[in-house]
C-alpha cells in the first residue's frame, strides 16, 4: 500500500510509462557511450599491442625461426613442423592494428597414443611430454611437461536435477561428475641463455593460462539420480593438437589483452557515435512525453476548479478528487 501511494502503477504500464523507461534507457545508455569514447579504452590497449607486434618484426619472430622441434611421449617421437598459417582476431576494425607474418609450430595427432582405457578407480591420467629444441646460433634445449590425459571433475553445488539436465553430467557417489580429455595442447616457450624452454604457461588466458584445454568426454550412463564414467577406449586421443608457440607471440598478447576473445573493443569514434544516437532517440521519444505532461499542465488548473466546484455542490468525496488527480499523470 505504501507503494502504491506514491507511484500509480496503472500509469507505469500505460503507453506514457513505456516512453518514460525508453527515454531513461536511452539518455543513460548514450551517455554512458559518451563516456567511453572519452577514455577510448580500446585506443590504449592497440598501442601497447601494435608495439609487441613491431618488437616481434622487428627480432621475436626471427630469433623464432628455423628451429627443429621433437616431441617425445615415452614410447614415439614425432616431428613438429613450421607453421605460418593467419592468426585470426575477432576484432572486426583492423585499420589500427599493425598486420605481421605469423610463425608457430604444430602437430595433430595421437600425442598419447590410441589405446588409452578410462580408469574408474582414479579417474584421471597423466603422462609427460619431452620436448627437444635445436637452432642456429642457440643452445639446444630441452623441457617436459606434465599433462592430464583425462580427468573427472567434481560439481559439489549441483543436486541431481541439475547435474542431469543443466551440467549434463553423472550422479555418482552422492555428487555430480562430468569427464574430459584432452582436445588442444598450446605451449609458451622463452628464450634463454640455456635455449628455448617452457614458461609452463599457455596461449590462452582461460583457465589460468592452462596449456591444456579438453572436450567432454560423455559417461557410460546418465540419467537422473543414476551415472557412470566412461569405459573403453577414450575417444578423441587420436586427434589432439599441439601447438607451440614464442612468449613475445604478438597473438598471445592479443588473447591476454581482450580476455581470449580477440576483440579489442569499439573505436572511440564508434562509442561517440553511438552515444550520440542513443541521446538523440532519447530526446525524440522524449517530445510526445513532454507534450502530455505540458498539455496536464495547462489543463489541469481548470480542471481542478471544476472538480472543486462539483464538490461542493454534488458533495463528492475528497478520495475521489484525489483518484482523479492521480488519473492525469
Known amino acids: 500500500m505504501g507503494f502504491q501511494k506514491y507511484v500509480n502503477l496503472n500509469c507505469l504500464v500505460s503507453v506514457k510509462g513505456i516512453f518514460l523507461c525508453l527515454v531513461v534507457g536511452c539518455l543513460s545508455a548514450g551517455i554512458y557511450f559518451l563516456t567511453e569514447s572519452f577514455e577510448d579504452r580500446r585506443g590504449a590497449e592497440v598501442r601497447a599491442y601494435d608495439e609487441v607486434v613491431r618488437s ?21 617421437s614425432f616431428p613438429v613442423e613450421r607453421d605460418t598459417t593467419a592468426d585470426i582476431l575477432a576484432d572486426k576494425t583492423i585499420s589500427d592494428l599493425v598486420t605481421y607474418e605469423p610463425l608457430k609450430y604444430r602437430m595433430r595427432g595421437a600425442l598419447f597414443g590410441t589405446d588409452i582405457s578410462w580408469d574408474d578407480s ?26 592430464k590425459v583425462y580427468q573427472t571433475k567434481i560439481h559439489p553445488t ?39 624452454v617452457g614458461n609452463g604457461k599457455g596461449c590462452h588466458p582461460a583457465d589460468g593460462w592452462n596449456p591444456v584445454t579438453y572436450s567432454t568426454v560423455k559417461g557410460s550412463q546418465q540419467s537422473f539420480g543414476h551415472g557412470e564414467p566412461p569405459v573403453g577406449i577414450v575417444p578423441g586421443l587420436d ?29 572511440s569514434q564508434e562509442e561517440l557515435s553511438v552515444g550520440l544516437i542513443l541521446i538523440g532517440t532519447g530526446l525524440l521519444l522524449s517530445i510526445p512525453l513532454c507534450a502530455h505532461v505540458y498539455t496536464i499542465w495547462r489543463e489541469d488548473p481548470r480542471r481542478q476548479m471544476e472538480i472543486l466546484e462539483s464538490v461542493d455542490r454534488d458533495g463528492l468525496e475528497w478520495s475521489e478528487l484525489n483518484k482523479l488527480q492521480r488519473d492525469n499523470l
Open 56 to 76: 616481434w618484426i622487428t627480432s621475436g619472430r626471427s630469433q623464432f625461426d628455423g628451429l627443429t622441434i621433437t616431441l617425445s611421449n615415452g614410447s614415439s
Open 158 to 196: 549441483a543436486n541431481q536435477k541439475n547435474c542431469r539436465y543443466q551440467v549434463h553430467g553423472s550422479w555418482r557417489q552422492a555428487h555430480c561428475e562430468t569427464y574430459h580429455a584432452v582436445k588442444n595442447i598450446c605451449v609458451q616457450v622463452d628464450l634463454t641463455a640455456q635455449g628455448w
Open 122 to 147: 582414479t579417474g584421471e591420467l597423466s603422462q609427460n611430454l619431452e620436448f627437444s629444441v635445436q637452432g642456429d646460433d642457440i643452445p639446444p634445449s630441452s623441457f617436459a611437461l606434465s599433462a
Open 239 to 267: 586427434d589432439i593438437q599441439l601447438t607451440i608457440r614464442s612468449s613475445v607471440d604478438p597473438y598471445i598478447d592479443a588473447m591476454g589483452r581482450t580476455k581470449d576473445t580477440g576483440n579489442f573493443g569499439s573505436t
